[in-house]
């Protein structure tokens, strides 16, 4: 029985994303992970690039001209957040959006568009 109310309320918590009613917990984590933070422009950034493709650490560093410990270290809070996902190991980690955010992108991109009125959001498929 336990099973299959975690069952239920996992469905229920990702239709009612689907269907526009947004969970605060999402809002709010979204605002302290990007906007509330020092490294948040970074975060957001990198976000925007993995939105486009998987990468791995060096690859986002040369593409954000951000040095690569920084990478690593904004990489690590988005992991600790469920934000970011990764496949492989060491150097040839690659890292993609979790589906935590995949589902709740919408407030990701309402969050990056007030924050950074002039950024517009990049389409994905």
């Known amino acids: 029985m336990p099973t299959q109310y975690n069952e239920l309320s996992h469905s229920t918590l990702r239709d009612s994303d689907q269907r526009g009613t947004e969970l605060p917990y999402a809002k ?3 605002w302290m992970v990007f906007a509330n933070s020092r490294g948040g422009q970074n975060r957001t950034r990198i976000i925007f ?5 998987p990468l791995n650490a ?15 270290h904004h990489i ?6 469920n934000l ?3 496949v492989g ?7 993609f959006l979790s589906t935590f955010l995949e589902v709740n992108i919408v407030i990701f991109d309402e969050l990056a568009a ?12």
């Open 28 to 30: 709010n984590l979204l």
């Open 49 to 53: 690039s993995l939105k486009e493709s």
């Open 58 to 72: 060096h690859q986002l560093a040369k593409e954000l001209r951000l040095n690569y410990r920084a990478i690593q």
């Open 76 to 81: 690590g809070v988005l992991e600790k957040n």
């Open 84 to 86: 970011v996902s990764h």
């Open 89 to 95: 190991e060491k150097y040839g980690t690659v890292y």
């Open 114 to 125: 007030s924050l950074h009125p002039g950024r517009k959001p990049r389409r994905t498929s």
